[in-house]
């Protein structure tokens, strides 16, 4: 959550070969989730004609993937990290914004709920039982010419990825992905954003920061191939 997810589905789902960008919200623990993720596709948009993929993002550990459950052969996973200060004050910001008291605007519950997300994807990297691909998740606003090269091979895609990209039925509605008016401009927008008015405690931080070190270490390790800003 909040590592550029919106706009990596709105520069998948641009592309003709793919369907889908935004988040379902479902489980994909058996073979029946396929049909649930068509579904729920359908609902607000058609198939490509001549497409090969149908998008999906799980953004927290409520939702389980389980591939070897899916038989799946053309399956393609990608997994991203993004680095934690700039990430818990965003979800901070984000969520002390809603009308109501929320969770996840308290530095220490957003720090917490990270810590528990990146440890849950160094968990499945060591039990995938399919390749995946590995990128830092800034790569999208600092370097998306190294990127965008880089999934299109992995993807296995025609042409390549563009850092243009549609507005979609969905683009900018709660529970979908990003709501901020960012996303609806087309394009990657380099700028960025100033959270210095969120204050994450030292010894916060500095917990999740070894996490993610230690976690990034591991699903790189056991990435079938990556790219990072290193």
Known sequence: MRAFTSLAGHILGSHPQINGYYEMHISYEDASALDR???????????????????????????????????????????????????????????????????????????????????????FSRTATQPYYYFDAELWQRAPETLLPRLSDWLELDSPLSERYQIFSHTGKARKGDSSERIHRGTIDRTPVDYSHVAIPEEVLRAAREVYRECRRQIIGNAADSVSLD
């Open 37 to 123: 993720q068509l579904e729920v596709f359908l609902e607000g948009d058609e198939i490509k004609e001549s497409s090969r993929y149908l998008f999906d993002k799980l953004l927290h550990n409520d939702y389980v993937l389980k591939p070897e459950q899916l038989g799946m052969a053309s399956m393609k996973m990608l997994v991203s990290l993004m680095e934690p200060e700039h990430t818990i004050k965003s979800i901070v910001d984000l969520f002390a914004q809603k009308e109501i008291d929320d969770l996840y605007a308290s530095p220490v519950e957003a720090a917490n709920y990270y810590i528990g997300r990146i440890q849950a994807l160094a968990d």
